[in-house]
């Protein structure tokens, strides 16, 4: 029995050493900025405009959507791997992202493949969301001005019906 049982655990040894291999999982965690500090007062484009929980639902939907696993499948590190570019290719979970494959390398190009894609797709976002602040901000920066040149242009004609060239003066 002694020795039959040390030939199974030897045979059992060696086809887990020939057939085994190692699982390598890796994960990233993706930070969430639920608003954005106010250029001069709280806006509609500063402040909280949902719920904490619904937001990170929505950037999670993100994460997995199909223009975050294609730009990721298209990551120069991912495709240098030769493996397939298939959306299955590429499995995430919540807003922590992970990727297990045997090979170590496999592991990693694919978690961050797919972050990067999420990173420049969150940072096209805030590009277009300046641009709309920026807008808006020259839009109030124009009004004002015409405010301004309104009550410079009243100042000039109460001063030219005083007859004086700047109503300071008086």
């Known amino acids: 029995f002694?020795?039959?049982a040390v030939i199974g655990a030897v045979l059992g040894a060696c086809t887990a050493w020939k057939f085994g291999k190692p699982l390598y999982r890796s994960e990233a965690r993706i930070r969430i900025a639920y608003a954005t500090p106010p250029v001069v007062v709280e806006t509609d484009q500063n402040r909280w405009l949902m719920p904490y929980e619904t937001m990170m639902r929505t950037?999670?939907?993100?994460?997995v959507s199909r223009p975050i696993v294609e730009n990721a499948l298209r990551d120069p590190e991912w495709q240098a791997l030769g493996r397939r570019s298939s959306q299955a290719d590429v499995p995430t979970e919540h807003l922590g992202v992970s990727f297990t494959d045997p090979d170590p390398s496999a592991a990693a190009a694919g978690v961050n493949a797919v972050v990067?894609?999420?990173?420049?797709?969150?940072?096209?976002?805030?590009?277009?969301?300046?641009?709309?602040?920026n807008a808006k901000l020259q839009q109030q920066r124009a009004e004002l001005q015409g405010r301004i040149d309104e009550l410079e242009a009243k100042v000039k004609t109460t001063s030219l019906e005083f007859g004086v060239s700047d109503i300071?003066?008086?």
């Open 2 to 4: 002694i020795t039959l």
């Open 59 to 63: 950037q999670e939907q993100v994460v």
């Open 116 to 133: 990067r894609a999420y990173v420049a797709a969150h940072e096209a976002r805030i590009a277009r969301f300046e641009q709309a602040r």
């Open 168 to 170: 300071e003066v008086l």
